[in-house]
């Protein structure tokens, strides 16, 4: 698992403390994927934000446990660092999501794609919209699921993949369920394509299965 593009910030499930979030870094660049309730304070203590010119956030869904801090991080860059996010997102209400949190409107503008970030919509819950996406870095294709209850939704993008960040489950229901999806993903990684499991409820349970070696 140590050799991914994207490098993890947490990978726990939603009611765990360390909010599923990866990040990564290009030049003076960063892209952060998702901001839960517990991103804040890592970012604030863990990067030096003074470095970067351009600072990215790719927002999946508006869940509390990706998108929990992401006013507080807004605003934070603004007021301290003067710097302007660009949050790149396809949700329906993101914009009322900023501004009923009382995100200044200078502070950030958004983007529905860029040249190398396209959405795939997927499903996970019923009351709101949720995106997985294909990121194109360094003549590499990366698929990040986000919180799915498919990966139907991803399956052409897969084909010619490199990595894939996949949400996975020991009690499936709005997310994969490891047991259900196991087979799939094997034969997805025989196909050439990195895995990396994330978003995890029962970190023992999902690895005991993952690492289990076929006879
Ligand atoms: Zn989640
Ligand atoms: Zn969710």
């Known amino acids: 698992m140590e ?4 490098i993890f910030l947490g990978k726990d499930s939603g009611f765990l403390e360390n909010n599923n979030s990866a990040y990564l870094e290009k030049n003076k660049e960063l ?18 934000l003074n470095k970067y010119d351009n600072i990215n956030v790719i ?21 301290i660092f003067h710097k302007k996010v660009t949050i790149i997102s396809k949700c329906k209400n993101i914009k009322k999501y900023l501004k009923i949190t009382g995100t200044p409107k200078d502070a950030y503008e958004i983007k529905e794609k860029t040249e190398n970030i396209k959405f795939i919509k997927t499903e996970h819950v019923k009351e709101i919209d949720s995106y ?29 993949a490199d990595e894939l960040y996949v949400d996975v489950s020991k009690f499936g229901g709005v997310h994969l369920k490891i047991d259900e999806v196991i087979e799939q993903l094997r034969n997805i990684e025989k196909n050439g394509t990195k895995i990396f499991l994330m978003h995890l409820d029962d970190e023992q349970y999902i690895m005991n299965i993952w690492n289990k070696k076929e006879l």
Request: net charge negative.
């Open 3 to 6: 050799d991914s593009t994207l």
């Open 31 to 48: 892209i952060l994927i998702d901001c839960g309730f517990s991103i804040f304070e890592k970012v604030k203590k863990n990067f030096d």
């Open 59 to 79: 927002l999946t869904h508006l869940h509390n446990d990706h998108a929990g801090s992401l006013s507080q991080l807004i605003m934070y860059l603004w007021f």
């Open 132 to 160: 997985g996406f294909e990121l194109k870095i360094d003549n590499k294709k990366i698929i990040y699921t986000g919180d799915t209850k498919t990966l139907k939704p991803f399956e052409s993008s897969l084909k010619d």
